[in-house]
């Protein structure tokens, strides 16, 4: 009989960037635009200072269209993550890790990403994450996180 708790995933890499595609539009355009530059920002209200992942044409808190895009540490905390074990696109044994990270350098912003850099195994709620970048198609640049 297997002793599951032996089972190893090993290495997270992120997705293959040949497989990603994106779509901007005037709200989320300054956030790929920056990460093109290999700088993270998040969208924050100009009025407020409300951070707001993904961003929205409003502020949620004081209803104002103003926008800012500060850059940020590059750095945040696993908030959650889930470990897949399969290529979403043709099915192969390919292991990844989606994460939600808290920004650092915001009032509590999530960002949706990929973790690698370390056996998915080793993932866990807290841990303390850097930015890293990927390219991605049509020359975008999607940022990816690895541990600290
Ligand atoms: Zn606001």
Redesign the pocket.
């Known amino acids: 009989m297997t002793d599951n708790r032996e089972m190893s995933y090993g290495p997270a890499r992120a997705l293959p960037g040949d497989q990603i595609a994106i779509t901007t539009n005037p709200d989320t355009e300054p956030f790929w635009e920056k990460a093109k530059a290999h700088k993270l920002t998040a969208c924050q ?1 100009a ?4 951070f707001r992942m993904p961003p929205s044409p409003y ?1 949620p ?4 269209t103003a926008k800012q895009w500060p850059d940020l540490p590059g750095t945040g905390t696993v908030f959650s993550f889930a470990i897949c074990t399969r290529n979403p696109k043709n099915g192969e044994e390919y292991v990844y890790v989606p994460v939600v990270i808290a920004l650092d350098g915001t009032d509590g912003a999530h960002l949706v990403s990929n973790l690698g850099g370390c056996d998915a195994d080793d993932v866990e709620i807290g841990m303390k994450v850097t930015v890293d970048w990927n390219p991605i198609k049509d020359d975008w640049v999607l940022p990816v996180f690895k541990p600290i």
């Open positions: 209200c009025d407020c200072g409300h502020c808190e004081c209803q104002s």
